[in-house]
């Protein structure tokens, strides 16, 4: 497939504050293998009707429309990005897509189950990275955050990760007080015992059963106090759009990084647009509004109209999300739904 796209759409996807978007996350599915609290309910999760899925055919046309409006980097995520059967399929198809600078830079944030049977193909199919999340080393806990019984596997899902050559790979902690903000330092011990970045994440409100809580939340400056305890922390300079305030861990080389979405929000320098698994756009995580890909791409839309929906909702995106705000609202899709 090529795209079609008028030269005066074929321009970056820049918004009304400047920002310029180059990030395209990709949720393949919203089903998943566990049921973190932070993120799904135990049951009675209202999945997404199977007709709306994006087939890989589209999903490959929507990368291909936004890298010829300046998208270079794409993450597949979910839900569980490795449910999807067909997900080494995705991930060789969009490697392929040639970006602004040339071929998209991919990556994927993955439960890791299934990485011992999928990181060689994955890895040989184009991916570049992964992201795996693990929020405690101790298997108990593991069962009763997720709800599931698969710490082993997550564990040999890292191993497969860095046996298969993507480089690097990266654990994502959301802390949690008196559930795992005792485990930060034993974390980033298992991080430097094997050349892993960490990535700690301060809790959203994206959960499905609306119980965040602002008292509760585990900030960054916690979790970089817990850590000076420990470590000597060095700044790493170089941020740029990331969401991750990086510190070297003694003296390197493992890096752990702090993402403050709650406390310390990186809106100004914000360059991500999602796409859910049912076609839906979305200028930000805690969007209220969807921007609908599904229709024109069931419907006969051409390539201009779809790059109209993407600059029409760039064009929509607010200065920043405004949790901190007394009138703020969650959106109605779990953070599963949307894709994180
Ligand atoms: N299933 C995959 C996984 O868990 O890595 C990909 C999807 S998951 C929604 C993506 C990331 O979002 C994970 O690292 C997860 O820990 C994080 N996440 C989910 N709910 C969150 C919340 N309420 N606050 C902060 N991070 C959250
Ligand atoms: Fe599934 Fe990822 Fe959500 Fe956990 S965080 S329930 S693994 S989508």
Redesign the pocket.
């Known amino acids: 497939m090529s795209v079609s796209i008028s030269p005066e759409l074929r321009r970056p996807l820049v918004d009304r504050f400047g920002r310029v978007h180059t990030d395209l996350r990709i949720s393949l599915t919203d089903k998943?293998s566990?049921r973190?609290t932070?993120?799904m309910p135990a049951e009675g999760v209202p999945w997404l009707h199977r007709d709306s899925i994006l087939t890989t055919d589209e999903l490959v046309r929507v990368a291909e429309v936004a890298a010829a409006l300046g998208i270079a980097t794409v993450r597949l995520?979910?839900?569980?990005?490795l449910l999807r059967r067909d997900v080494v399929d995705v991930v060789a198809r969009m490697s392929r897509i040639e970006g602004p600078g040339g071929p998209l830079e991919l990556s994927m944030?993955?439960?890791g189950i299934l990485l011992p049977e999928l990181a060689d193909d994955l890895a040989a199919a184009g991916l570049e990275r992964a992201?795996?999340?693990l929020?405690t080393l101790r298997a108990d806990r593991f069962r009763e955050l997720t709800r599931r019984d698969k710490f082993a596997e997550v564990l040999a899902g890292v191993e497969a990760a860095q046996a298969s050559g993507m480089s690097p790979i990266k654990i994502?902690v959301?802390a949690m007080r008196d559930v795992n903000d005792d485990e930060i330092v034993d974390l980033a011990r298992f991080a430097v015992e094997r050349g892993l970045e960490l990535r700690f994440?301060?809790?959203?409100?994206?959960?499905a059963g609306h119980i965040?809580s602002r008292v509760k939340m585990v900030t960054g400056e916690e979790i970089l106090d817990r850590l000076a305890t420990e470590f000597t922390l060095t700044p790493l300079p170089g941020r740029a759009s990331a969401p991750a305030e990086r510190f070297l861990l003694d003296d390197g080389p493992t890096s752990v990084g702090v993402i403050r979405?709650v406390t310390k929000p990186f809106c100004g320098t914000c360059d991500r647009v999602r796409i859910t698994a049912d076609g839906q756009l979305r200028n930000c995580l805690f969007s209220r509004e969807e921007s609908d890909l599904l229709t024109p791409l069931r419907d006969g839309g051409t390539d201009d109209d779809l790059a109209r929906v993407l600059h029409r909702c760039i064009t929509g995106k607010l200065p920043g999300h405004g949790i901190n705000d007394p009138g703020f609202l969650q959106p109605d899709r779990p953070?599963?739904a949307i894709?994180?």
Request: proline share 6%; net charge negative.
């Open positions: 998943c566990l973190c932070y993120c995520t979910g839900g569980e990005p944030t993955t439960n992201n795996i999340s929020d994502n959301v994440i301060e809790q959203m409100p994206l959960d965040w979405s953070m599963s894709g994180g």
